[in-house]
């Protein structure tokens, strides 16, 4: 069945790095762009940028601009977000999504379960 | 960037109800406006897409509406597995927004 995997949880320190991945199957990883969006605890959703596993071409959101960083491995259907330089304001759960287009005009119709990311001293 | 208001933040309704939930756009968004419903602990379900298309698999008694700025996801006879949190999306400019959610809950 159509699905995306996300790794696990990660507990990360203000000013480091975390690394997320998002495993595809199911389908053709390379014909649809995936989105990452995030939801602090409590709060409602936030578009973070998407990346097409075709081309590797991104889109970020200018909020995350020079932090975020978003790639993927056709290899292994795998697409992968980058935060950097992490603030206690970053602790969220950080969701992959894929669309059929850049602007999600159909909508996002598969979302992985979810990454928890925790940032705390 | 493109504002998603939604209204009422939050609401109670009972089992066969009709619910609806309104989304305004702070401009307009043409027909470019998703809805989503999330439940507690996972990822957000599409319902909606280009503001009144039913994505496949979802009952019909879910509904959209509207276009340009004000949108409207309309609930028919609602069922228990239906108290949710909902949210609207444009996807007419980026950066992507969302509406900040309306939690529907049991009377």
């Known amino acids: 069945q159509v699905q995306l995997v996300q790794s696990g949880a990660e507990v990360k320190k203000p000013g480091a790095s975390v690394k997320v991945s998002c495993k595809a199957s199911g389908y053709t990883f390379t014909a649809y762009y995936i989105h990452w969006v995030r939801q602090a605890p409590g709060q409602g959703l936030e578009w973070m940028g998407w990346?097409?596993?075709?081309?590797?071409?991104?889109n970020y959101a200018q909020k995350f601009q020079g932090r975020v960083t978003m790639t993927r491995d056709m290899s292994i259907s795998t697409a992968y977000m980058d935060l950097s330089r992490l603030r206690y304001d970053d602790t969220a759960i950080y969701y992959c999504a894929r669309s059929g287009n850049s602007m999600a005009n159909y909508g996002m119709d598969v979302w992985g379960q979810g990454t928890t990311v925790t940032v705390s001293s | 960037d493109i504002q998603m208001t939604q209204s009422p933040s939050s609401l109670f309704a009972s089992v066969g109800d009709r619910v609806t939930i309104t989304c305004r756009a702070s401009q307009s968004c043409g027909s470019f406006v998703n809805w989503y419903q999330q439940k507690p602990g996972k990822a957000p379900n599409l319902l909606i897409y280009a503001a009144s298309s039913l994505q496949s698999g979802v009952p019909s008694r879910f509904s959209g509406s509207g276009f340009g700025t004000d949108f409207i996801l309309t609930i028919t006879s609602l069922q228990p597995e239906d108290f949710a949190t909902y949210y609207c999306?444009?996807?007419?400019?980026?950066?992507?927004?969302f509406g900040g959610g309306t939690k529907v809950d049991i009377k």
């Open positions: 990346i097409n596993p075709n081309s590797g071409a991104t």
């Open positions: 999306q444009q996807t007419y400019s980026t950066p992507l927004t």
